[in-house]
């Protein structure tokens, strides 16, 4: 394998990095290997996680976003059927499908950087290579990765203010009682 370049905006995870993800999660986020990319404010974005967490577990989604406002957002798109959309222009656009398989390879790559999970070794996330499942795992990719990587994350993060080429705080924003991990769906047992 070649190596790749180093993530661009990756910088150690602090413990006050720690408590603020598990205040953005509700939980502790665990298996956390660094802070692959941060808010305009410095609070963790999206963080980079080990294969295989301390139990034992496997978790493919190792470019995780914890930032709410962006969550939020992103939720709200998947909310408008733009997945489904985004995984038919995938089976008719070639220009678009073969970058999206190279963002696949790429997240498999960057992920045995850091470790193997038999389990998922073929698994990236988000609904990679042909599918769009989880606008959270795209942008996380690229917004860990820099533009350019994952064309579907690209374009995605391109639809929310504040959110492309720089991620720009929006901390304030977020709506008080709302939960923005209810609507995930990239968490580690999903996806296979
Ligand atoms: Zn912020």
């Known amino acids: 394998m070649t190596s ?14 720690l408590e603020i993800m598990r205040l953005q999660l509700g939980r502790d986020m665990r298996g956390v290997v660094s802070i ?4 305009g404010c410095g609070r ?27 969550t939020l957002e992103l939720s709200r798109l998947e909310a408008t059927g733009l997945m489904a959309e985004l ?8 220009q678009l499908a073969a970058p999206y398989r190279a963002a696949h390879e790429r997240y498999l790559a960057r ?11 073929h698994v990236s996330a ?12 795209l942008a996380g990719q690229s917004l860990a990765e820099g533009p350019g ?7 995605v993060l391109a639809m929310i203010d504040g959110a492309a080429p720089e991620l720009v705080c929006r901390c304030q924003d977020e709506e008080p009682g709302t939960d923005p991990d209810e609507h995930r769906t990239d968490e580690g047992e999903e996806g296979r």
């Open 149 to 155: 990587i994952n064309p579907v994350g690209d374009q």
């Open 44 to 70: 963790p974005a999206v963080v980079r996680t080990a294969p295989r967490l301390e139990d034992g577990t496997p978790f493919p989604t190792s470019l995780y976003l914890t930032l709410p406002w962006l």
């Open 126 to 137: 988000g609904g990679m290579p042909t599918r769009v499942k989880c606008l959270h795992a």
């Open 87 to 94: 995984t038919e222009r995938l089976e008719s656009d070639e």
């Open 36 to 39: 692959a990319r941060r808010c």
């Open 111 to 121: 992920r045995a950087e850091i470790g193997e999970a038999e389990e998922v070794a």
């Open 4 to 17: 790749l370049a180093p993530l661009p905006h990756e910088t150690p995870a602090s413990p006050s990095d």
